[in-house]
């Protein structure tokens, strides 16, 4: 062979070399990059602590850049309060004008992720979902959650310090202060504390059967009920009242009514 023809056959091997790197890939799930206020959980970033619901004044003017770290994820409780934030949902429902079915909310509350700060509960579905929105989130799906909350301890005795929070104080701990309650993907409070909304809805349930001997966690999700006529959002782990010690943990799953309550609040994903 020439050393004219070894050139142009090297020159068509390496032209034929870049058209199948250019070529058709595999389909492959976007991974993100997630933000200081949220974990990895497969393809999605959920927020590392349950969500504290602030009031922000001027969002769109002398607030703009707290409202743009909001959204970053980078926000943090001094950038708050330095914008003279107010937190809500802490000591009862006091999220209006934002109303209890999401009108009003717009520009009006948001959903940051923030250790070491009572989450904030009081709040319906509606509203949880808008927080979420302007701070550039979403609620997750349950299978989401699902995935973020995998290996969360399930509850066995509070200890009232690093334990799950399931019964024992009988009330809400500051969010990751339970330094036991993280999950294997470094999600804290996904048991017990406050349950929380995520975004998927089904018919009422007709009872709650449990897991029966796969799990010891809440189920409450055994057909459409007859005689309740309403849908109902998911929620999810369980809460810190009584009832909850021994139903709570990373599979308790059940059905409630989209209104607010002292014992629900949620956490947002992106």
């Known amino acids: 062979m020439t050393r004219s023809m070894l050139t142009v056959s090297l020159a068509i091997g390496l032209l034929m070399s870049l058209a199948r790197a250019d070529g058709p890939r595999p389909n492959r799930a976007s991974v993100k990059k997630c933000g200081p206020d949220a974990v990895q959980a497969g393809t999605v970033c959920l927020d590392t602590y349950e969500a504290s619901v602030w009031r922000v004044p001027e969002p769109t003017a002398t607030n703009a850049l707290l409202v743009t770290k909001i959204q970053q994820g980078k926000a943090t409780h001094a950038d708050l309060i330095a914008g003279e934030a107010t937190q809500l949902g802490t000591a009862g429902d006091d999220y209006a004008p934002c109303l209890d079915n999401g009108q009003n909310c717009a520009n009006d509350i948001y959903a940051v992720s923030l250790p070491g700060v009572l989450p904030s509960s009081n709040i319906t579905w509606f509203q949880a979902e808008e927080a979420c929105a302007n701070a550039g989130k979403r609620l997750p799906t349950n299978a989401e959650w699902q995935v973020a909350a995998n290996g969360s301890p399930d509850p066995g005795p509070d200890n009232g310090t690093t334990d799950c929070n399931s019964g024992n104080t009988g009330s809400v701990s500051p969010t990751g202060s339970r330094s036991s309650c993280v999950s294997a993907r470094g999600a804290f409070d996904m048991v017990g504390n406050l349950a929380e909304w995520v975004a998927d809805w089904v018919p009422a349930s007709a009872n709650c059967p449990n897991w029966g001997s796969f799990s010891d966690d809440a189920m409450c999700l055994s057909g459409a009920s007859t005689t309740l006529n309403f849908p109902a959002a998911l929620v999810r782990g369980g809460g810190f009242d009584l009832v909850s010690r ?18 629900v609040g949620f956490r947002c994903a992106r």
Do not use: D, I, K, W
């Open 246 to 263: 021994s139903t709570a943990g990373p599979l308790s799953v059940v059905e409630a009514p989209p209104s607010s309550s002292g014992l």
